[in-house]
């Protein structure tokens, strides 16, 4: 029976030899392969769910698809007996040839690799190796003694999911029952004399989340491992639990790989900022130094600190551009498509920033405003109180704290009152119209008296008139003063008391403070006698 079995073997390959040389010689152009060469639609052989072999080549007229139907039914042919069946190769001209049981099952062809640098060999013996698990896979299910078994270990590996289950949630019960005690001991040390840093609130809801979030992890990867050991103890599963088990050893070493491959740049970014940080200090020092008097001109004590804050913003610009080609995933087109939108943004959105930006440094650079000055721009005037690289700050004299944007500051006229005096203060001025009937050197002399009676005005240097204007009807006269910036007094009220002593002084030699366009002189006098200064409502100041 033996000799028998083997001499028809024997003829079979022989005369599949004849057949494979008589199609190499009719197609010249596959070669000396036993393959006709025709591109196909690769298909894949599985059996009992486990993968033996992709066929990618028509070998002998048949088609891949052909091919997979003929070896998975001798497959399934062959492993329906009960003998021991073993799996060998065979060489065939440029392919090899599979067995199983004495059976051709399958030949693997040059064509059906999946890289031309590969062995037919290699692929060959690999498939023989899969196909004998496959036998033995076959076996075991079979046996009722080994699925029973199989059962066993599940269900003990089950049991002891539950219970890993029940003990996550025990501990987590634990620690969330133990955490507010702890966050409190621990709050009592994190202190700042007696400031407590860490808001209890937020941070137990943050530990809070964190530690769900930690739980969660523990019972996906217990859930995971369950299932891929449960799948692994049947045959036909077996497949499946050890995909996923390669699967997340892949996802590890994936992981793993990626970190320790970006810990050079990582340190090579970290450098590069740490050199960048130790710039900025010492270009702060520098820059410190440079601008005692005497040195440099334009950088004083109030064009420091934008000076210093513009040599550090471009610093750090450079570090990170140098910085950025050594970050993880700078390479990737997502990382790229990302720092594109960005840009795009900034450029789209920030045109009014930079104008402001440029604004600020404007008026910071050409000094035409300065924190205590008195200035008028447009409609409103105040004391300034901050420069800003966008916005301006002026307190008026009405109470009142007004935020201009600093390109509204530079396309508009600048008055300061504070610049032109001697030392310290700022110039306080007002008009008042007076009709020609009136000597001007009596005005003017009125004018000084009432800036005189005023508390906060200096007299020296002492106030001057200016007659500005000879108009139609009346002469214009300008009284300018210097203040006193000590003074608690704001502009306005200050205007407010020199307006009053105008008015007393005016009243006190009986010159009228009126200006129509003259049609002819009053016949009564428009002026205030001294006995009714201080009529019903008003208070004497000596009756307290």
Same mark, same amino acid.
Not at 101 to 122: M, N, T
Not at 389 to 402: A, H, P
Not at 490 to 499: I, V, Y
Not at 528 to 544: F, L, T
């Given at each position: 029976?033996?000799?028998?079995?083997?001499?028809?073997?024997?003829?079979?390959?022989v005369?599949?030899?004849?057949? #494979?040389?008589?199609?190499?010689?009719?197609?010249?152009?596959?070669?000396?392969?036993? $393959?006709?060469?025709?591109?196909?639609?690769?298909?894949?052989?599985?059996?009992?769910?486990?993968?033996?072999?992709?066929?990618?080549?028509?070998?002998?007229?048949?088609?891949?698809?052909?091919?997979?139907?003929?070896?998975?039914?001798?497959?399934?042919?062959?492993?329906?007996? /009960?003998?021991?069946?073993?799996?060998?190769?065979?060489?065939?001209?440029?392919s090899?040839?599979?067995?199983?049981?004495?059976?051709?099952?399958?030949?693997?062809?040059?064509?059906?690799?999946?890289?031309?640098?590969?062995?037919?060999?290699?692929?060959?013996?690999?498939?023989?190796?899969?196909?004998?698990?496959?036998v033995?896979? $076959?076996?075991?299910?079979r046996?009722?003694?080994?699925?029973?078994?199989?059962?066993? &270990?599940?269900?003990?590996a089950?049991?002891?999911?539950?219970?890993?289950l029940?003990?996550?949630?025990?501990?987590?019960?634990?620690?969330?029952?133990?955490?507010?005690?702890?966050?409190?001991?621990?709050?009592?040390? !994190?202190?700042?004399?007696?400031?407590?840093?860490?808001?209890?609130?937020?941070? &137990?809801?943050?530990?809070?989340?964190?530690?769900?979030?930690? #739980?969660?992890?523990v019972?996906?990867?217990?859930?995971?491992?369950?299932?891929?050991?449960?799948?692994?103890?049947?045959? &036909?599963?077996?497949?499946?639990?050890?995909?996923?088990?390669v &699967?997340?050893?892949?996802?590890?070493d994936?992981?793993l790989?990626?970190?320790?491959?970006?810990?050079?740049? !990582?340190?090579v970014?970290?450098?590069?900022?740490?050199?960048?940080?130790?710039?900025?200090?010492?270009?702060?020092?520098?820059?410190?130094?440079l601008?005692?008097?005497?040195?440099?001109?334009?950088?004083?004590?109030?064009?420091?600190?934008?000076?210093?804050?513009?040599?550090?913003?471009?610093?750090?610009l450079f570090?990170?551009v140098?910085?950025?080609?050594?970050?993880?995933?700078?390479?990737?087109?997502?990382?790229?498509?990302?720092?594109?939108?960005?840009?795009?943004?900034?450029?789209?959105?920030?045109?009014?920033?930079?104008?402001?930006?440029?604004?600020?440094?404007?008026?910071?650079?050409?000094? $035409?405003?300065?924190?205590?000055?008195?200035?008028?721009?447009?409609?409103?005037?105040?004391?300034?109180?901050?420069?800003?690289?966008?916005? $301006?700050?002026?307190?008026?004299?009405l109470?009142?704290?007004? /935020?201009?944007?600093?390109s509204? !500051?530079?396309?508009?006229?600048?008055?300061?009152?504070?610049?032109i005096?001697?030392?310290?203060g700022?110039?306080?001025?007002?008009?008042?119209?007076i009709?020609?009937?009136?000597?001007?050197?009596?005005?003017?002399?009125?004018?000084?008296?009432?800036?005189?009676?005023?508390?906060?005005?200096?007299?020296?240097?002492?106030?001057?008139?200016?007659? /500005?204007?000879?108009?139609?009807?009346?002469?214009?006269?300008?009284?300018?003063?210097?203040?006193?910036?000590?003074?608690?007094?704001?502009?306005?009220?200050?205007?407010?008391?020199?307006?009053?002593?105008?008015?007393?002084?005016?009243n006190?030699?009986?010159?009228? !403070?009126?200006?129509?366009?003259?049609?002819?002189?009053?016949?009564?006098?428009?002026?205030?006698?001294?006995?009714?200064?201080?009529?019903?409502?008003?208070?004497?100041?000596?009756?307290?």
């Amino acid at each position: 029976m033996g000799r028998w079995i083997g001499a028809r073997l024997s003829l079979m390959l022989v005369v599949l030899g004849l057949a #494979c040389a008589v199609a190499a010689r009719a197609e010249p152009a596959s070669g000396p392969d036993a $393959t006709e060469g025709v591109a196909a639609d690769p298909v894949e052989l599985k059996i009992a769910n486990r993968s033996i072999v992709v066929f990618r080549a028509t070998l002998l007229g048949e088609t891949p698809a052909g091919r997979q139907q003929r070896a998975k039914a001798v497959i399934e042919d062959v492993l329906q007996g /009960t003998d021991d069946l073993q799996v060998s190769t065979a060489p065939i001209l440029h392919s090899y040839m599979v067995l199983l049981g004495g059976r051709r099952a399958f030949i693997v062809s040059p064509q059906d690799l999946d890289s031309p640098e590969g062995s037919v060999q290699e692929a060959a013996a690999r498939a023989a190796a899969n196909l004998k698990v496959v036998v033995e896979e $076959t076996g075991q299910a079979r046996n009722l003694r080994f699925l029973l078994k199989a059962l066993g &270990y599940s269900a003990v590996a089950t049991v002891l999911y539950v219970l890993l289950l029940r003990l996550v949630h025990f501990l987590r019960r634990k620690v969330r029952g133990r955490l507010p005690q702890l966050m409190r001991e621990r709050a009592r040390q !994190i202190r700042v004399g007696q400031l407590q840093l860490f808001d209890m609130q937020y941070l &137990y809801y943050l530990a809070d989340r964190l530690i769900w979030l930690f #739980c969660w992890a523990v019972v996906f990867l217990l859930s995971y491992e369950w299932l891929s050991y449960v799948l692994s103890q049947f045959p &036909y599963t077996r497949p499946w639990g050890e995909s996923l088990d390669v &699967y997340l050893f892949r996802l590890l070493d994936y992981l793993l790989s990626g970190i320790v491959s970006a810990i050079p740049g !990582i340190a090579v970014a970290v450098m590069i900022f740490f050199i960048a940080r130790g710039i900025s200090g010492f270009s702060k020092r520098l820059l410190e130094r440079l601008s005692r008097p005497g040195t440099i001109r334009w950088l004083t004590e109030e064009t420091l600190q934008p000076t210093t804050r513009l040599t550090s913003l471009a610093i750090w610009l450079f570090a990170v551009v140098m910085a950025y080609p050594y970050l993880p995933g700078s390479g990737t087109e997502a990382f790229k498509g990302l720092s594109v939108l960005v840009g795009l943004m900034i450029s789209l959105g920030a045109s009014s920033v930079v104008g402001q930006a440029a604004s600020g440094l404007i008026l910071t650079y050409s000094r $035409t405003l300065r924190a205590g000055e008195f200035v008028r721009i447009g409609d409103h005037e105040g004391t300034v109180t901050e420069v800003g690289m966008f916005n $301006t700050t002026i307190r008026t004299g009405l109470g009142e704290v007004l /935020t201009l944007p600093n390109s509204m !500051i530079t396309g508009s006229v600048t008055k300061n009152y504070s610049r032109i005096v001697q030392g310290q203060g700022y110039v306080v001025d007002t008009v008042v119209t007076i009709g020609y009937d009136t000597p001007w050197r009596q005005v003017e002399a009125m004018l000084i008296e009432a800036a005189r009676r005023t508390d906060g005005i200096l007299q020296v240097p002492p106030p001057y008139v200016f007659q /500005t204007a000879l108009s139609d009807f009346y002469p214009e006269y300008r009284l300018v003063a210097q203040a006193i910036p000590s003074e608690p007094r704001p502009r306005a009220q200050l205007l407010s008391m020199l307006h009053a002593h105008i008015q007393d002084v005016f009243n006190e030699y009986g010159v009228q !403070i009126m200006s129509p366009h003259y049609l002819g002189d009053p016949d009564i006098e428009k002026v205030v006698s001294r006995e009714n200064w201080y009529a019903a409502p008003a208070k004497h100041p000596e009756a307290d």
